[in-house]
């Protein structure tokens, strides 16, 4: 069974940039047909599909969001980033990891983790 856990800061500061990282375990990254991805919930909002990571190392981002995404992985740890530039309030939420079947069928999530971006 693939598990995924969501890492990093509760907290980020207005105009900085929030880095995220999703452990997975139970399944490779480079397993075929399957991208990595990010989706995030705004407080009283529908879930956001953010970006994503293919089995081969491709990126894939929301046009949305393009100009301040930057999703990397690192096959050796079985761990995939996200970082998101130029936070602002509007930032804030819960993001979750997940694991994603040609890019339409989430299959595994991990917990989620709460981001707020305040002063």
């Known amino acids: 069974q693939v598990q995924l856990q969501e890492s990093g800061p509760g907290l980020v500061s207005p105009s900085q940039t929030l880095s995220l990282t999703c452990t997975v375990s139970g399944g490779a990254l480079t397993t075929n047909h399957y991208y990595w991805t990010w989706i995030r919930q705004p407080p009283g909002k529908g879930l956001e599909w953010m970006g994503g990571?293919?089995?081969?190392?491709?990126?894939y981002y929301s046009p949305s969001l393009k100009s301040r995404t930057t999703i990397s992985r690192d096959t050796s740890k079985n761990q995939f980033t996200l970082h998101l530039s130029a936070v602002t309030p509007e930032d804030t939420g819960v993001y979750y990891c997940a694991r994603t079947f040609e890019l339409n069928r989430h299959d595994d999530w991990g917990q989620g983790t709460q981001v707020t971006v305040s002063s």
């Open positions: 990571i293919s089995y081969g190392g491709s990126t």
